[in-house]
């Protein structure tokens, strides 16, 4: 059998597929030729890059499985390719501790002011150094504070868990009721047990000083116009799930107006060509959707997909 890694795959995945007795091509083959060239292939795996919609399926009576290596599935027809009798996978635990550290990343550089210091000090440094110290001197701590998590997966869950070890209280909301508290393990093995707090979403978006996003985009932004109208003065916002959870025009208009203190993008509206305005803003925080682009994350993903796509293809 021969399975297509369209977005790629860890080496380590790549060889446990071909310790399995499978051919893998790990040549990126452009959506517009898909509908051809698939036709060779009994599966594929990819990232968000590759759209699996119900066109190229019915195109494609040929595959037996469909690997997302990573969490969403929002670029592939899920229930429709499973009509058809194909296997969807995904990989959602492997990515979830990457993604959290990136959340802390952006929440880091948000509150001592980095993505606004490292875009002057090199064109200001040497000539305006006094100035730019005094307009990055009113920094916060991160412990004693809230972060609200907007969503309590498995990513949610591990971005509540470093706050935790920072010293934050944890409010969060989700659809399903969930736990009162979280086991951390830190080095020697130690395990401490700390309370998080279930609240309604409304909630979170009045009491939190900080909040992050870790749900998939449904019919509208989880947090547009009215929402923005609910948050605490001065919050802090981090997206590191899907473009359009959050109103993208609204939070810009929210950052000018001090109702959001900053913002952190990692996803966008219109990947790969995000709007100018909010590429260009002074207060926003910026990577190109790398929540998962850690080598460790990468290991994981490809010896999860690996192991699942035999365990489907050998039914």
Same mark, same amino acid.
């Not at 997302?68 to 995904?90: F, L, P, Q, T």
């Given at each position: ?10 080496p380590?995945? /790549?060889k ?21 060239k ?25 595959? /037996? ?29 492997? #990515? #979830?501790? #990457? ?28 000539? @305006?150094?006094?100035?730019?110290? !005094? ?20 990513i949610?869950?591990?971005?509540? /868990?470093?706050?935790? *070890? ?13 736990? +009162? ?27 939190? %000083? ?9 019919? /509208?932004?989880?947090? *547009? ?17 899907? *473009?359009?959870?959050? %109103?993208?025009l ?8 001090? !109702? ?9 509206? @219109? ?6 305005e ?12 790398i ?6 994350? +990468? ?15 050998? !039914?």
């Amino acid at each position: 059998m021969r399975i297509l890694a369209n977005d790629g795959i860890d080496p380590i995945g /790549k060889k446990i597929l071909e310790d399995a007795g499978f051919e893998v091509d790990t040549n990126h083959i452009p959506q517009e030729e898909l509908s051809v060239k698939l036709q060779d292939y009994d599966a594929i795996t990819v990232r968000s890059a590759t759209k699996l919609r119900q066109p190229l399926i019915d195109a494609c009576p040929n595959l /037996k499985a469909i690997g997302r290596g990573g969490v969403g599935m929002d670029n592939i027809d899920v229930e429709y390719a499973r009509s058809k009798g194909i296997d969807v996978i995904n990989t959602p635990a492997a #990515s #979830s501790l #990457s993604v959290a550290e990136l959340v802390f990343a952006h929440l880091l550089n948000g509150v001592r002011f980095l993505y606004d210091s490292n875009r002057k000090m090199p064109l200001e440094g040497d000539s @305006n150094f006094g100035s730019l110290k !005094k307009a990055y001197a009113n920094g916060v701590e991160l412990r004693g504070k809230t972060l609200g998590v907007v969503g309590f997966g498995r990513i949610g869950r591990e971005t509540a /868990k470093v706050a935790l *070890g920072l010293g934050m209280n944890v409010i969060y909301t989700d659809l399903f009721e969930g736990p +009162q508290s979280l086991s951390l393990t830190f080095s020697g093995d130690i395990e401490v047990s700390l309370p998080v707090k279930q609240v309604a979403f409304e909630e979170v978006l009045k009491q939190s %000083d900080f909040i992050t996003l870790h749900v998939p985009f449904l019919d /509208k932004p989880a947090i *547009g116009k009215e929402e923005f109208a609910l948050l605490k003065d001065g919050v802090g916002l981090v997206n590191a799930s899907r *473009g359009g959870v959050i %109103d993208e025009l609204e939070l810009i208009q929210a950052l000018d107006a001090g !109702k959001v203190s900053f913002a952190a993008l990692d996803v966008f509206d @219109n990947e790969p060509t995000p709007r100018k305005e909010i590429l260009s803003h002074a207060r926003i925080s910026l990577t190109p959707h790398i929540g998962a682009a850690t080598n460790e994350a +990468q290991e994981r993903i490809g010896i999860e997909l690996a192991n699942l796509l035999i365990d489907a293809l050998k !039914k």
